[in-house]
C-alpha cells in the first residue's frame, strides 16, 4: 500500500526557515499532481502548493515568494522550502499524492509552529 511520511516540521521564530519532506513508498501508477496542504485550527484544509507531472507550480497567494515546492523523483519524495516564516503560518502541513483517476494519498501530517 501507499504511504507518505512527512517529517521536518517543528519550533521556528518568525523570520526563519524550515524544510519540509515527505517520503512515499508503495507504488503509485498514475500520480497527477503532488502537494502540500495546511489546516489551522478552525481554519479549512488549504492549499499551499502544488506541481503537475509535467513541472507546473502553484502556490497560495500567502506563500508566494517565500515558500518552494520540488520533488525528487528517483527518490520519490517531496520538499518544501520555507522561508521569512510567520506566524500566521502555523499549522499542521500534510503532503498530497493525487492519481489521474482522482484518488487522493495522504500523509499524517506534521507540526509547524512560528513564535513572533
Known amino acids: 500500500q501507499v504511504q507518505l511520511v512527512e517529517s521536518g516540521g517543528g519550533l521556528v521564530q518568525a523570520g526563519g526557515s524550515l524544510r519540509l519532506s515527505c517520503a512515499a513508498s508503495?507504488?503509485?501508477?498514475?500520480?497527477?499532481?503532488m502537494g502540500w496542504y495546511r489546516q489551522a485550527p478552525g481554519k479549512q484544509r488549504e492549499l499551499v502548493a502544488g506541481v503537475t507531472y509535467a513541472g507546473s507550480t502553484n502556490y497560495a497567494d500567502s506563500v508566494k515568494g517565500r515558500f518552494t515546492i520540488s520533488r525528487n523523483s528517483a527518490e520519490n519524495t517531496m520538499y518544501l522550502q520555507m522561508n521569512s516564516l510567520k506566524p500566521e503560518d502555523t499549522a499542521v502541513y500534510y503532503c498530497?499524492?493525487?492519481?489521474?483517476?482522482?484518488?487522493?494519498?495522504w500523509g499524517q501530517g506534521t507540526q509547524v509552529t512560528v513564535s513572533s
Open positions: 508503495g507504488i503509485i501508477f498514475t500520480i497527477n499532481t
Open positions: 498530497n499524492i493525487r492519481t489521474v483517476k482522482r484518488n487522493d494519498y
